[in-house]
């Protein structure tokens, strides 16, 4: 079973920037596809961004599309949401979690979740 354990959150001005890390433990990931979604107060889980399991396929929302770049490195067991031009809306809880595939952008598909990590932006 795989364990994720997101960091790097934190507080932030708005167009600042942030890089999230989610490490992963218990088994390799090299051969899952990763996504990251977030979650702000009141609101479902929102797709934010999908790697394939090379790495060589990604695939953002449109929210996000030139701001955030997600990436990963499988010799570190680990996937990273590089995040610029923060935005007070982008303020929400961050997840990472081992998606279905990489056309998956349904965080309910999602699998594997990790505890998450807050993300403020202030104006």
């Known amino acids: 079973q795989v364990q994720l354990v997101e960091s790097g959150g934190g507080l932030v001005q708005a167009g600042g920037s942030l890089r999230l890390s989610c490490a992963a433990s218990?088994?390799?990931?090299?051969?899952?596809?990763m996504g990251w979604c977030r979650q702000a107060p009141g609101k479902e889980r929102e797709f934010v961004a999908l790697?394939?399991?090379?790495?060589?396929?990604?695939s953002h929302s449109d929210s996000v599309k030139g701001r955030f770049t997600i990436s990963r490195d499988n010799a570190k067991n680990t996937v990273y949401l590089q995040m610029n031009s923060l935005k007070p809306e982008d303020t929400a809880v961050y997840y990472c979690?081992?998606?279905?595939?990489?056309?998956?952008?349904?965080?309910?598909?999602?699998?594997?979740w990790g505890q998450g990590t807050q993300v403020t932006v202030s104006s």
């Open positions: 979690a081992v998606t279905p595939s990489i056309y998956s952008r349904d965080p309910r598909l999602w699998n594997y």
């Open positions: 218990g088994r390799s990931i090299d051969s899952y596809d």
């Open positions: 790697i394939s399991w090379s790495g060589s396929t990604t």
